[in-house]
């Protein structure tokens, strides 16, 4: 279904939205909201196998998919493998009212490594898209870190920067990692060029 027939992008970076809900008033709901942001174009789909059928008629993939988990055909988590296996995975919000079942789905996806980082793309790409700051949580590797750049993601904490520490001692760990700064982009460089 297509709600808004304009594609120009006057909004927060997302000229073309499409909701997956099997719910007619969240459809609605997130069309509203989606005109007050300013989103060029909203289509709409009351589960997934819809979903499928109108994102193979789009001449490009939306910006953005809001992707609702308990749909009757074709559920967001099948939706969400589906659409893992196109060229372009568009990136994706899921929105759950059932907390268990998105954390669940979310565990099942992330147990292989090319699905976590479809899912770690599509947040990155949705966030920049929405101009929104990222902060990466748990980063313990550089490479960890290179591949969160790699996305656009510049913001990070983790043990990679530091063991938590008390309030009193965070100056002198700044002064110390602004020295130490150089020594570590370089060595970020030079892991760059021997994996490439």
Avoid at 37 to 60: K, M, S
Avoid at 71 to 92: A, H, K, N, S, Y
Wanted: net charge negative; hydrophobic share 40%; charged share 30%.
């Amino acid at each position: 279904m297509d709600d808004a027939p304009d594609d120009r992008a006057d909004g927060p970076g997302v000229a073309r939205l499409l909701v997956v809900d099997d719910s007619s008033t969240q459809r609605r709901h997130m069309l509203g909201l989606a005109r007050e942001l300013g989103v060029g174009r909203v289509d709409t789909a009351a589960d997934g196998a819809e979903a499928l059928q109108l994102l193979r008629r789009l001449p490009n993939v939306p910006d953005l998919m809001i992707i609702d988990l308990a749909m009757p055909t074709m559920d967001g988590v099948e939706l969400i493998q589906r659409l893992q296996q196109l060229p372009r995975c568009p990136p994706f919000v899921v929105a759950s009212a059932r907390e268990s079942l998105l954390v669940g789905a979310v565990e099942e996806m992330a147990r292989e490594p090319h699905r976590r980082r479809v899912i770690l793309e599509s947040a990155l790409e949705m966030a920049q898209r929405l101009d929104l700051v990222t902060v990466a949580e748990d980063v313990e590797t550089l490479d960890d870190r290179m591949l969160l750049r790699c996305y656009g993601c510049k913001v990070a904490q983790g043990y990679l920067i530091s063991r938590p520490m008390p309030a009193v001692e965070l100056p002198a760990w700044l002064q110390s990692h602004q020295r130490h700064r150089p020594a570590l982009r370089a060595t970020a460089r030079r892991e760059r060029t021997t994996t490439t």
